[in-house]
């Protein structure tokens, strides 16, 4: 199975091409060019290097959110319409979950959480379950104060690993003491995240876990610019 995995939420994105799992080419992005412009070069370089074309692939995944509304957007616009052109399954995941699921620690809450910028971090908590990550309550943005507290209150004293691609934006923190002293640590984990995102859809397509172009929606967690001073600032969930 051949799948074809796209990350575009920030920055610091990427492509993968990837075979039975395998990862068999990946591109980093490492510039300032707007994804509009350098994620079809990009994709077309990977498969070249792969030795592969796009009519190949059997699964399209996708990293849903959260990040940049226009990073998302492009992301499944871009696979959706793939799918539809090609009439091939879609696997859309979670960028925390994927950060999440690079813990090396065994406990039975993870804490996933990445710099959102605006002096924010995007975070969701997950519990351990014999099918893998189950998602308690609901991926947010919120300042790290906020969101370790958060963390604290669901996991009512049971140990936590913490694990993230920017582990300052929480480590530096003043509140972050306190789980310091319990002994909880911040495992930094790589910020690439096509690779991984094309292995768990891999797994997830080998269960029957796909969507096609219309069921597969963005998590953008924050709104974007607009939405914000039209509605005011979301909610942090769970509060």
């Not at 993968?16 to 994709?43: D, K």
């Not at 998602?135 to 936590?160: C, N, T």
Request: aromatic share 8%; net charge negative; glycine share 8%.
């Amino acid at each position: 199975m051949i799948v074809l995995a796209i990350d575009t939420c920030e920055v610091r994105g990427s492509v993968a091409v990837l075979h039975n799992g395998g990862v068999l080419q990946v591109v980093t992005h490492t510039s300032a060019e707007e994804y509009s412009s350098w994620l079809l070069p990009a994709v077309d370089l990977a498969l070249e290097a792969a030795k592969s074309t796009l009519g190949e692939g059997d699964v399209f995944a996708v990293a849903s959110g959260p990040g940049s509304f226009t990073g998302v957007r492009i992301g499944l616009t871009t696979v959706k319409a793939w799918s539809e052109v090609f009439n091939k399954p879609i696997v859309a995941v979670s960028r925390l979950e994927a950060v999440a699921a690079q813990s090396n620690r065994d406990t039975p809450y993870l804490a996933s959480f990445i710099d959102a910028q605006r002096g924010q971090v995007f975070g969701a908590l997950y519990k351990r379950t014999a099918n893998g990550l189950s998602l308690i309550d609901q991926e947010m943005v919120a300042s790290p104060g906020v969101f370790i507290d958060w963390v604290d209150g669901r996991a009512a004293g049971v140990e936590v690993a913490w694990v993230s691609t920017d582990p300052d934006s929480i480590a530096n923190q003043p509140a972050w003491q306190g789980s310091a002293a319990r002994g909880e640590k911040i495992e930094c984990v790589p910020c690439v995240l096509a690779p991984l995102i094309g292995k768990m859809a891999f797994q997830r397509a080998l269960k029957g876990n796909v969507q096609d172009a219309l069921s597969v929606d963005a998590n953008y967690v924050r709104r974007s610019y607009v939405e914000v001073f039209q509605r005011g600032p979301a909610n942090v969930p769970g509060k």
